[in-house]
């Protein structure tokens, strides 16, 4: 099993800055995809960001595109998700999740195996 841990999170003004953790367990955190996902209050859980196991290649979602940037340390064992020009409407719980590497990619899909307890991002008008 892979334990997935979210941090970062909390309350930010409209076009501020916040930058999510996941830190995951494992000795081979470098051969999984990981995922960033969010729902809001009375929404379905959506992507938001994901990235290839080696860290080449990432892929966002059209309404986060050229605010939120996908990272990840493999010799932390952590993922990242800087958020800058934060809006309201990214009110979320934020979720990360982990998969192993395959040959489908990018994976927008909540088929990902792994999933942290998510944290809260509150955006303020």
């Known amino acids: 099993q892979v334990q997935l841990v979210e941090s970062g999170g909390g309350l930010v003004q409209a076009g501020g800055s916040l930058r999510l953790s996941c830190v995951a367990s494992g000795r081979t955190f470098r051969t999984y995809a990981m995922g960033w996902f969010r729902q809001a209050p009375g929404k379905e859980r959506e992507f938001v960001a994901c990235?290839?196991?080696?860290?080449?290649?990432?892929d966002s979602a059209d309404f986060v595109k050229g605010r939120f940037t996908i990272s990840r340390d493999n010799a932390k064992n952590t993922v990242y998700l800087q958020m800058n020009s934060l809006k309201p409407e990214d009110t979320a719980v934020y979720y990360c999740?982990?998969?192993?590497?395959?040959?489908?990619?990018?994976?927008?899909?909540?088929?990902?195996?792994?999933w942290g307890q998510g944290t809260q991002v509150t955006v303020s008008s």
């Open positions: 990235i290839t196991g080696s860290g080449g290649l990432t």
């Open positions: 999740a982990a998969d192993k590497d395959s040959s489908s990619w990018p994976i927008r899909s909540l088929s990902y195996s792994y």
